[in-house]
């Protein structure tokens, strides 16, 4: 054995809560440095994955190892490489931003100085300095969303989970959380990320795994997955309502799917099916620009003017619906 652990390594992981399998057996391999993202939807298992890799919980079937550690008999060894920033945040509301990151860099061992210099650090980095003598229960989201992504960096941990550190963030804040995730895995962490979005996954991974009802039901590069996926869709409004029965036709002709009339009564979105092209995998957005442009000349020459035109990337039911033949079910829909 010459090469480095992976950063992760699990093998048929399973954790139970009464009946519900909520981890079913899954199989992880993180190679160092990368970031891994975990895709799926509400109740898939994602967090209860991440509790059990950062030992809050005890599989009750199979075995992980993080850097080499095994999580249920070094689980000690392996906190002292490992982060976390929850779905739900820890930071104590009463608190200010500063206090915040003090009060933590305290229990990890800085002195007075340390804990003081370090927090005003990554304020700063998070762009919290303005915040940082502000309760954080005056924090906006995506304010208190990087807060706990600075808590979780206060010591440079080796693998940082962050479980779903986007959602309900707006689209500026979600950049910035993603500017973040980038800035840390060029210092050499590896990263855990979970999310039910996959232009988030498609962002900032370089492989995923898709998981559902508690198993890895699909995994690979990004490209793997969209290939598998399908090349997005193309959503466009026209001008004149009365030509959008000849645009359907179209759009259906050089996409390769059935285009959606949708209740406006101009609009109208075509999934794009990969055709013959010779394309590889990671050319997928590429291939997709190239038959939108296609399918947008063809409207113009036959004189259907386009007022809005746009492309989008697969959404995760889309990305279920490829892999399950079914959308994704989420906790409620199944007790339902
Ligand atoms: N402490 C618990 N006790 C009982 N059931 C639990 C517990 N934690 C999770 N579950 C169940 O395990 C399953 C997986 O939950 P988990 O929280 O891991 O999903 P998730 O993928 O993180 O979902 P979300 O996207 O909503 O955060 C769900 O059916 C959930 O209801
Ligand atoms: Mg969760």
């Known amino acids: 054995m010459t090469s480095s652990p992976p950063a992760i390594e699990a093998h048929g992981l399973v954790k139970t809560f009464g009946a519900n399998r909520a981890v079913d057996g899954v199989d992880l391999v993180v190679d160092p440095g990368t970031v891994y993202g975990l895709l799926g939807p509400n109740?898939?298992?994602?967090?209860?994955?991440?509790?059990?890799l950062a030992t809050l919980l005890k599989p009750d079937g199979g075995e992980a190892r993080v850097f080499g550690h095994d999580v249920a008999s070094e689980a000690d060894r392996v906190r002292s490489l490992i982060s976390l920033t929850g779905q739900y945040a820890s930071v104590d509301e009463d608190l200010t931003g500063t206090e915040n990151l003090v009060l933590l860099s305290r229990l990890i061992g800085y002195s007075k100085p340390q804990a003081r210099s370090r927090a005003a650090d990554l304020l700063d980095a998070f762009g919290l300095t303005e915040a940082a003598g502000r309760q954080a229960k005056g924090y906006s989201g995506g304010m208190r969303r990087r807060l706990d992504i600075a808590a979780s960096l206060l010591s440079t941990p080796r693998l940082l989970f962050l479980d779903e550190p986007t959602t309900g963030?707006?689209?500026?804040?979600?950049?910035?959380?993603?500017?973040?995730?980038?800035?840390?895995?060029?210092?050499?962490?590896?990263v855990l990320l979970t999310t039910q979005y996959l232009d988030e996954a498609d962002q900032l991974a370089s492989r995923i795994a898709v998981i559902d009802r508690g198993r890895v039901i699909a995994e690979g590069t990004k490209g793997?997955?969209?290939?598998?996926?399908?090349?997005?869709?193309?959503?466009?409004?026209?001008?004149?309502?009365?030509r959008r029965d000849e645009a359907a036709t179209l759009l259906t002709t050089i996409l390769g799917s059935d285009a959606q009339r949708e209740s406006d009564p101009?609009?109208?979105?075509?999934?794009?099916?990969?055709?013959?092209?010779?394309?590889?995998?990671?050319?997928?957005t590429a291939l997709a620009a190239d038959r939108s442009a296609t399918a947008l000349r063809a409207l113009a020459d036959a004189g259907i003017v386009v007022d809005t035109f746009s492309l989008g990337q697969p959404s995760l039911d889309e990305v279920f619906l490829a892999l399950t033949d079914r959308p994704a079910t989420t906790d409620e829909e199944r007790a339902a």
Do not use: F, M
């Open 224 to 242: 793997d997955l969209k290939a598998s996926v399908g090349l997005g869709s193309v959503h466009v409004r026209l001008r004149d309502p009365d």
């Open 169 to 190: 963030l707006d689209p500026r804040s979600r950049n910035q959380v993603w500017d973040i995730v980038r800035a840390v895995v060029a210092q050499g962490t590896t």
């Open 43 to 52: 109740g898939a298992g994602k967090t209860t994955t991440v509790k059990l």
């Open 266 to 284: 101009v609009a109208l979105t075509v999934r794009i099916e990969p055709g013959d092209e010779p394309g590889a995998a990671g050319t997928a």
